[in-house]
Structure formats: C-alpha cells, structure tokens
C-alpha cells in the first residue's frame, strides 16, 4: 500500500499569499496518477487536479499542482479568502486508493 | 449535471449490516467507476471499493472481509453493505463517480453512527 505524507499539517498564510502543500510518497506513483482535493466543512471533496498537473474542470488557474515519483506540489499561486480549506492527495495508480492525511490552510 | 445521493439509515447497532444506496442523476450507470469513500468525524478520507457496471470490482483489503459493493442499470444506482460494524465504523459515507481512478463527482455524504 502507498502511503502519502502531506506537509505541513497546517499552513498559515494571508490572503494574496501563496501556498505550498507537499505530498510525498511511500513508493513511486505510477504515471503520476495523482489527484488533489480541496474540502471545506460541511462539504465533500471537490476534485482539483488529477494526473498531477491537471485541473479539473471550473477550478481556477491560480491552483496549480507539480511533481512525479514519490513527490508532489500544490501550489496556489494568490490566496482568495475562499481557498481557505483542508486539502487532500490521493494516489490512484496503485491498488488500493490512498490518500494523504491531509494539510489545512487556515487564515493567519 | 451529474448529482449524486446517498441513503441510509443513520444509526447502525453494532456487529449488523449496514447498508446504503447511492443514485445517480445526469449520467448513465455505465459511464464511471462508482465509489465509495469515508470519513470519521473529524479525520481524514479512506476509500473502501468500487465497481463498474459490467462487474468489475476492487475493495480496500482492509475492508474486503466485510465488504459488498453492486450496482442497479435499472435504477441508475449502487449500493454498498458493511457487515459486522463497530463503532470504528462510524463516518460520514460518500459514494462518488471516478474516472481512471480519480473522483470527480461526489454525494454530500451521510453520517453512519454504529451505536446500541
């Protein structure tokens, strides 16, 4: 099973700032099938990027994601003050499906 | 526009079955991987299975033992059951659509607790 570490646990910035949020591998993910998700209280998930780099649709371009093998980025290039949220990896080349612990973005 | 909904029961006894439905709205059975996740209160996600229409599955081992995962064409909905719960089993219950695995849409969950 592959297990995805996301760091750090929390992150505290200001809006127009900008986020980065790590996920890092147990093994290498194959084809960098790998997806991001942003979650706010109350809320399912809701899908961001997948295949590492490519956003879903509706999701604004200032979300951006990087990375192959064991390590990937997240990167929000300007805080809006709706970004603000926890955020999920989660491999998918592997079975089974994992996903990281998650990393919170709160308002500093 | 794809909606999807979960049904259940909401409280569970411990060491019965749970069982829940999800239906789907704005797209065929047949067009996704039909997924179920979960997440205790507070905590973070964990996938237990999925299937497609034409039979193919794939569960969490961790779960597998306990685990049964169908789908209705005629109804345009899955189901899942968990059998032998205990309150480790509480959660919020989402059933969701994936594409190669990752999942672009989901229900808005419903809350399982397994108390006596």
């Known amino acids: 099973e592959i297990v995805l570490t996301q760091s750090p646990g929390t992150l505290s910035l200001s809006p127009g700032e900008r986020a980065t949020l790590s996920c890092r591998a147990s093994q290498s993910v194959s084809s960098s099938y790998l997806a991001w998700y942003q979650q706010k209280p109350g809320q399912p998930p809701r899908l961001l990027l997948y295949g590492a780099s490519s956003r879903a649709t509706g999701i604004p371009d200032r979300f951006s994601g990087s990375g192959s093998g064991t390590d990937f980025t997240l990167t929000i290039s300007r805080l809006e003050p709706e970004d603000f949220a926890v955020y999920y990896c989660?491999?998918?080349?592997?079975?089974?499906?994992?996903f990281g612990q998650g990393t919170r973005l709160e308002i500093q | 526009q794809v909606q999807l909904q979960e049904s259940g029961p909401g409280l569970v006894k411990p060491s019965e079955t749970l069982s829940l439905t999800c239906s789907v709205s704005g797209a065929s059975i047949r067009s996704y991987y039909w997924t179920w996740i979960r997440q205790p209160p507070g905590k973070g996600l964990e996938w237990i299975a999925y299937?497609?229409?034409?039979?193919?599955?794939n569960y969490n081992p961790s779960l597998k033992s306990r685990v049964t995962i169908s789908v209705d064409t005629s109804m345009n909905q899955f189901s899942l059951q968990l059998s032998s719960v205990t309150a480790a089993d509480t959660a919020i219950y989402y059933c969701?659509?994936?594409?190669?695995?990752?999942?672009?849409?989901w229900g808005q969950g419903t809350l399982i607790t397994v108390s006596s």
């Open positions: 989660q491999q998918y080349g592997s079975s089974p499906i994992t």
């Open positions: 299937m497609y229409y034409i039979g193919v599955t």
């Open positions: 969701a659509a994936a594409s190669n695995g990752y999942l672009i849409y």
